[in-house]
């Protein structure tokens, strides 16, 4: 058997699509104890080890490129490669390409490689890759997909122009239409008012299925300090804010057995609010 995968695309650059994609995974690691893959796919804006403050990386997506031309890296040597970390539980991180300049010779070849060896290694993979469409990393991570999530913003300028132009009409030449990606809305600062809802981003963008993602702004701050990983595990009341995601995730999954026994007031609560998920 081999493990599912799920891909987070931005329908724009730069707003917060990776925090989106890492916390999901952090928390089905969490709540589950099951083994989980974070691959950062941006070729050109790879940041994952800053969020977790690695300076420098032992191994990342360029340097186990040879191994993927070659066609040698399967799922043990996967796991061996990726970043693990006690905060981290049971969900393992490859990093991303730390040699831009090379960002367009990644073949699809080499993406569908890696993405076959984090099936065989990891029961879920949850793939962050670029908005943009003219690289094989977003092209064959979607192909592949087995859950497709499109993140994007209130901001008109976040989810009109990019969306069509590169979503939907570089992904419809790939037989993907926009009834398959699950929309994500991030609302950074549930104060600030203005902007579009749901209904009328849903009404733009044709997706079927949805979810609101609402993040206080100190999940944001993490990102500069360094200290993702760390905040995610040990502020459960805030980083629960993912379970949006997480949670239905785990149903389609069929993973909801298998959530972790606790007694923490905020767990009970949450399981409550959401029985008719589960």
């Not at 916390?23 to 950062?40: E, I, N």
């Not at 040597?77 to 990726?82: E, G």
């Not at 995610?232 to 629960?240: C, G």
């Amino acid at each position: 058997m081999t493990g599912k995968l799920a891909v987070f695309a931005g329908s724009t650059p730069n707003i917060g699509t990776s925090l989106a994609a890492f916390g999901t995974a952090h928390r089905v690691a969490a709540l589950t104890g099951r083994s989980v893959g974070y691959l950062c796919l941006n070729l050109k804006s790879a940041k994952t080890h800053l969020y977790l403050g690695v300076d420098k990386p032992e191994v990342t997506l360029d340097g186990v490129r040879p191994e993927l031309r070659a066609g040698t890296l399967n799922g043990d040597k996967l796991k061996q490669y990726a970043y693990r970390s006690t905060a981290l539980g049971e969900l393992r991180v490859l990093f991303g390409n730390m040699a831009r300049e090379q960002a367009e010779y990644y073949e699809p070849e080499d993406i569908r490689r890696l993405l076959a060896a984090s099936r065989q290694a990891f029961e879920l993979t949850i793939a962050d890759v670029s908005a943009y469409w003219d690289n094989a990393a977003t092209v064959c991570a979607m192909q592949e997909a087995d859950d497709r999530y499109l993140v994007t913003t209130g901001s008109l300028s976040h989810f009109q122009e990019d969306v069509h132009r590169w979503t939907f009409q570089v992904g419809s030449q790939f037989g993907m239409t926009p009834e398959q990606f699950r929309l994500v809305m991030l609302k950074r600062n549930q104060r600030m008012t203005g902007g579009y809802g749901m209904r009328e981003i849903r009404k733009e963008v044709g997706c079927a299925e949805w979810t609101e993602l609402k993040l206080l702004e100190s999940a944001h701050l993490q990102l500069d300090s360094g200290r993702l990983d760390e905040w995610l595990a040990e502020q459960n009341h805030l980083s629960s804010a993912f379970d949006e995601v997480a949670v239905p995730m785990l149903k389609r999954l069929d993973w909801q057995s298998r959530m972790r026994k606790t007694d923490m007031p905020w767990f009970r609560k949450l399981l409550k609010h959401r029985r008719g998920l589960l």
